[in-house]
């Protein structure tokens, strides 16, 4: 039986935060047919603010999205709020995609804009408080816990260097390398600052009229905070698109798909953008770096149309 599509769009773009809806208003505006692909699942959705971003310093992220969103569909492009559970297809015969909705899209070419998870220790209550006062960016957050007491769990190789960066934003630092062993030369440095480096184990957080107030640790001692920086690894969200085949990279910081300065991934036909690439982009970051992919994505179809169109010219009169 031949699969039904309702359109076939010259781009969809999986994933609608910043960067995704980012490239949906360049490749609108550049009238280009577009549908932005959703789960409705945005990292920063725990965050009351979003920081660092000019003109609009301290707005709510979920309402920057929600104006993104009728920002790209005043020009045109399709907002869906849907997963995709399955992806096939490649540059010379297009991509289906198999949504959550039962809905099959169609389309010329893929952006991944998809954004990563936050994979945090198993420590019970970090979740609930992530993006309050369990942070992991002092970018984001290092202005709204300025001058309080913060702890710092370590959670990987480069947690040393984080809790000197934190430090900037206060001198009530403490450090918990929760089982992690370190190299001399960094420790040296976090005690050079005052860093409190905490021994042993934490394996919880206390938390007192909604507040976080102490890391608990495994010998039954409690160590007072005001805030709690965690640097989680991240993993780049491909469920649904695996199929794709783009190469992934693992680092420090994660599992991030591998794309060039341009935007292009292993596949030819598939783009990435935003924190899916870097996952350390803020949302500025993350935005202009959709816009740039969108520019690229649109640039290429123009010149890749005028080759064909020339060879098209050359067949005519040579008939």
């Not at 995609?97 to 954004?115: C, E, F, N, P, S």
């Not at 769990?153 to 480069?158: E, F, I, Q, S, V």
Request: charged share 20%; aromatic share 6%.
């Amino acid at each position: 039986m031949r699969t039904t599509y309702d359109q076939v769009y010259d781009v969809a773009i999986i994933g609608g935060g910043s960067a995704g809806l980012s490239a949906a208003l360049i490749l609108a505006r550049a009238r280009r047919s577009v549908v932005v692909i959703d789960g409705g699942t945005p990292r920063n959705a725990p965050a009351s603010a979003a920081h660092g971003l000019l003109g609009q310093e301290g707005v709510n992220p979920l309402y920057l999205l929600e104006k993104g969103r009728a920002e790209a569909a005043s020009y045109g492009a399709r907002i869906m709020q849907a997963s995709v559970l399955r992806a096939s297809g490649t540059a010379d015969d297009g991509f289906a995609l198999t949504l959550d909705d039962g809905t099959k899209v169609r389309a010329a070419q893929v952006l991944i804009a998809t954004g990563v998870w936050d994979e945090l220790p198993a420590i019970p209550g970090l979740a609930e408080r992530w993006g309050r006062d369990v942070v992991h960016c002092p970018y984001c957050h290092g202005w709204e816990i300025r001058d309080r007491r913060i702890g710092l769990l370590a959670t990987g190789p480069m947690s040393a260097m984080q809790a000197l960066l934190f430090h900037q934003w206060s001198e009530h630092m403490i450090f918990f390398p929760n089982g992690l062993d370190f190299p001399a030369n960094q420790l040296e440095k976090v005690r050079a600052l005052g860093i409190t480096i905490a021994p042993g184990t934490a394996s919880g957080i206390e938390v007192t009229d909604d507040r976080l107030t102490a890391a608990l640790m495994e010998d039954g001692s409690r160590v007072e905070l005001d805030a709690l920086a965690v640097p989680a690894t991240t993993r780049a969200r491909l469920d649904g698109l695996e199929s794709l085949g783009v190469d992934v990279t693992t680092n420090a910081m994660g599992i991030a798909v591998v794309a060039d300065t341009a935007g292009h991934t292993s596949v030819p036909g598939v783009w990435a953008a935003g924190n899916v690439v870097n996952p350390g982009m803020q949302v500025i970051e993350s935005a202009a770096n959709g816009a740039r992919v969108a520019m690229t994505i649109n640039t290429e179809t123009v010149f890749a149309r005028s080759d064909r169109a020339v060879l098209d010219d050359h067949a005519q009169a040579g008939a």
